[in-house]
């Protein structure tokens, strides 16, 4: 059939229209145009992992959407999936990453990548996967803002430090897999916030305390195998696939819930084909479905119903409680009395079970009876007689968490150490820091120990039971590094701790107070003082478990025995005292202070590194971590040495005069190495203290240091005749 001129005119248009139309569906497959952004941090993600051949991406490509490239899936013009897995990539995952916005799924296992996870991850991503790689440091606090997250895995690598993610927004995990790291510390109590896991693996790590956190999420899967967990393992996950072996669990029943605790919630977890099954009460049996329909019909489920019953049992104990209150021929004063005695003694039997109850369950319950609006409880036996003292012995009020005594240290009295310390006196007082002054204590029998007094400002004279509990902690640590606690004190309100006492001083004296009857500090001492402070911190963070942060790393707190063996004192102090990290925070711009503490003041771990950074270059420069004597651009140290440290010609400049050039450079070279690592801005790239102690001993093996000239007998004080020529070979 014949088309008129008018009709192929409107065909022309179709296909215009058609093909316009298809070019501008398709910008991809045409044009290519991939989002900017995206495609530049695909070509940071590229670089970092050196640039691997294997992928066959473009290094200088800009169009991972239009073009094919391994592993990356598109939708539109965005990067969607980034699927790279057992692909032997070797290098590091970067920063630079955050642009991915449309990123959901990040598969980057089973390869070789090493070093940190940066903090600035792709925001909305679905899930992650790193595991079987070499990522070492801590899980980065950010995945606590990836809301998205429905499956987490780290498994396989070497994290370390305590979990220190914040849960409570990831309410669409599913699946949490961190198994066969190095992580310690109790678990977070934000973890009972996951609504939604139903998978958790935590076997073959360093975690300690109960598993109690998990007891009430709705999980399926759980394996806790291989930590260091005590306690009972929760009954409401008995009926779960779950695997505890190679851990620390206590024997015999667990302890009661707490008086008033409400019966455990049973639908609040999945049970699928082979898991466990709720039962039902035969007199429950044949109302079951109709119960169950009527509440999805009105809304009202099990909770709802339990609430409605308390609430007719409350009512009712409110009208009985009015009418024998109506009906009672007692005088308004004696009410008043009967009002102030609180609750009536309980009977023995119940007394005696009371006892029974652990400490966290008193004092729960404390709280429950103590916010109650109406005191159900029954009046005294004998309402004319007011409470004696036997009468509140038998209150539950007594049975409340005590703390014995640490059996390993000695407790000493007020009296003791005022005569050993002349009433601490002037004269005795060594030194004072953020939590009290130091004193040094002459016994009659000849021994001599220091005393710390703590200030009533950081631990008030009620708190007995905290002190005596810190005590006990802090007497667990021992280590040649590790200043010894000997003793404590605890009377009239007073809190003092007992120290092992060391004749040099500070290392602070020693660099910063001249004195002319000494001698500065030789090269080989320096080393040697650097080395056990790093041993001290490696003890710290990496064997005691849980891993303690000390917090307040300074060269006043390195202590110089007579062979100039540091300790490091107030170790432990920090991390039990409450409120610690105020007291801490009154004392910032002392030049110590790692930029996060500065910015947010949370201590951890990476935060002592960088302080013993600090130190490390008061023994290189003799210079104080922060003086305002010296021009402005070298008052920070940290700010003026650390861009030098490199720098071999600025490096010999910086050196402490008082070495007067006694010091061999490569030793130097590598000295200012691990201070580089130790004082980065970026908390992640800042060593564990377990590798800054392998490099220093790496620097004394290199230089072929003999034990003698190591670990001589160079006391400051002392010629150095002998030690002279040993420098240069340092």
């Known amino acids: ?55 066959g991406w473009q290094a200088n490509g800009d169009d991972p959407c239009g073009q094919y490239w391994k592993g990356i899936t598109c939708s539109n013009n965005r990067v969607t999936e980034i699927k790279l897995s057992n692909l032997k990539l070797t290098g590091t995952l970067p920063y630079g990453l955050q642009p ?121 899967n759980l394996n806790v195998e291989n930590n260091n967990f005590t306690g009972w393992i929760p009954e409401q996950l008995k009926s779960i696939n779950l695997k505890t072996g190679g851990n620390t669990w206590s024997s015999g029943p667990a302890p009661p819930p707490p008086p008033g605790t409400p019966p455990l919630p049973k639908s609040n977890r999945h049970h699928k084909a082979g898991g466990g099954s709720t039962t039902t009460s035969p007199s429950d049996a044949g109302s079951s479905n109709n119960m169950s329909e009527g509440s999805k019909k009105s809304g009202v489920g099990g909770g709802g119903i339990a609430g409605i019953v308390i609430s007719i049992i409350v009512v009712g104990a409110i009208v009985a409680f009015f009418l024998v209150k109506r009906k009672s021929k007692k005088s308004s ?150 200043t010894e606690l000997v003793g404590y004190c605890s009377e009239y309100g007073q809190h003092l701790l007992v120290y092992e006492f060391h004749r040099n001083g500070s290392l602070h004296d020693f660099l910063h107070l001249s004195d002319e009857y000494s001698k500065p500090l030789i090269w080989n001492s320096r080393v040697k003082i650097a080395l056990g402070t790093a041993r001290a911190l490696e003890y710290l963070h990496e064997v005691c478990s849980p891993s303690v942060v000390h917090k307040n790393i300074k060269s006043a707190n390195i202590l110089l025995d007579a062979e100039l063996n540091p300790h490091l004192s107030d170790s432990g102090l920090a991390s039990y005292i409450p409120n610690a990290d105020q007291v801490l925070n009154q004392n910032a711009g002392s030049g110590y202070d790692a930029p996060e503490v500065a910015l947010c003041g949370q201590y951890t771990m990476k935060s002592d590194v960088y302080c013993f950074g600090v130190v490390m270059l008061e023994l290189l420069s003799g210079r104080k971590p922060f003086d305002s004597s010296r021009p402005r651009a070298e008052q920070s140290l940290v700010r003026w040495a650390a861009p030098q440290l490199h720098d071999i010609d600025a490096l010999t400049k910086m050196v402490d005069p008082a070495l007067k050039g006694l010091y061999p450079v490569k030793s130097l070279s590598r000295f200012a190495d691990v201070i580089a690592l130790c004082v980065q801005l970026e908390p992640e790239f800042r060593p564990p203290m377990s590798e800054v102690v392998q490099a220093l001993v790496r620097l004394v093996q290199r230089a072929n240091m003999s034990r003698r000239t190591t670990f001589g007998s160079d006391h400051g004080g002392s010629n150095r005749g002998s030690d002279e020529p040993a420098i240069h070979d340092v």
């Open 100 to 220: 991915l916005t449309s990123l959901t799924n990040l598969d980057l296992s089973s390869n070789n990548l090493g070093g940190g996870i940066p903090y600035q991850l792709p925001p909305n991503m679905q899930r992650l996967n790193l595991a079987y790689n070499n990522f070492t440091g801590s899980i980065p606090y950010s995945i606590s803002d990836m809301t998205s997250l429905t499956d987490l895995n780290l498994a396989h690598n070497q994290f370390q430090q305590g979990l220190n993610v914040n849960f409570m927004k990831l309410s669409t995990l599913s699946s949490l897999d961190l198994s066969f790291n190095l992580l310690t510390s109790d678990l977070p109590q934000t973890l009972s916030s996951l609504s939604g896991i139903t998978s958790m693996y935590l076997q073959n790590n360093q975690f300690t305390g109960t598993i109690d956190v998990l007891a009430n999420l709705p999980l399926e």
């Open 333 to 482: 004063s004696d009410l008043e009395k009967q009002d102030n005695q609180s609750f009536a003694p309980l009977p023995s039997d119940e007394f005696h079970e009371l006892k029974s109850v652990p400490p966290s369950s008193i004092t729960e319950m404390k709280t429950f009876e103590t916010s109650a609006s109406i005191n159900l409880k029954p009046p005294p036996m004998d309402r004319h007689k007011s409470f004696d003292e036997d009468e509140l012995s038998k209150k539950p009020a007594i049975v409340k968490k005590t703390v014995t005594s640490p059996a390993n240290v000695k407790s000493y009295s007020i009296a003791d150490l005022q005569i050993s310390t002349g009433s601490f006196s002037i004269d005795h007082l060594v030194g004072e820091g953020s939590f009290g002054r130091v004193y040094r204590a002459q016994f009659d029998d000849g021994k001599v120990l220091a005393v710390k007094k703590i200030d009533s400002s950081v631990l008030p004279n009620d708190l007995s039971e905290e002190f005596t509990e810190i005590v006990s902690n802090i007497s667990h640590l021992h280590h040649p590094n590790v």
């Open 1 to 55: 059939m014949a088309v008129g001129e008018g009709g192929r005119r409107v065909l022309l248009l179709l296909l215009l229209f058609t093909s316009n139309c298809i070019l501008h569906w398709m910008p991809v497959a045409v044009n290519g145009n991939t989002d900017p952004n995206d495609a530049a941090a695909i070509r940071i993600l590229f670089q970092s992992m050196n640039s691997p051949s294997q992928l």
